[in-house]
Nanobody, 116 residues
Framework: QVQLVESGGGLVQPGGSLRLSCAAS????????MGWYRQVPGKERELVAH???????SYAHSVKGRFTISRDNAKNTVYLQMNSLKPEDTAVYYC??????????WGQGTQVTVSS
């Protein structure tokens, strides 16, 4: 079992920045990929970015060049640095871990609101 705890969400004005954190605990050795997803009411959860155990990253087209995913293996933590935020980035952001064997763990979610 892997437990994920997100933090860092909040209210920010358009053009502003936020950094989300996701701390993992439990069976860390079983994690092969970590990522961030987001969801707005009435829509499906969508992938924002993910990072592999060797640091290979991938981003959704809508956030490329504005968001950066990174990881600190010593702290078992993944970050999502979000710059130049837009109102359409408003969503609940979820941390996700893909595990060996194909299972997934999810965090509880953190709200990000971009509004003036």
């Amino acid at each position: 079992q892997v437990q994920l705890v997100e933090s860092g969400g909040g209210l920010v004005q358009p053009g502003g920045s936020l950094r989300l954190s996701c701390a993992a605990s439990g069976s860390i050795f079983s994690i092969i990929l970590m990522g961030w997803y987001r969801q707005v009411p009435g829509k499906e959860r969508e992938l924002v970015a993910h990072i592999s155990n060797v640091g290979i990253t991938s981003y959704a087209h809508s956030v490329k060049g504005r968001f950066t995913i990174s990881r600190d293996n010593a702290k078992n933590t993944v970050y999502l640095q979000m710059n130049s935020l837009k109102p359409e980035d408003t969503a609940v952001y979820y941390c996700n871990a893909l595990l060996k064997g194909g299972g997934r763990s999810w965090g509880q979610g953190t709200q990000v609101t971009v509004s003036s």
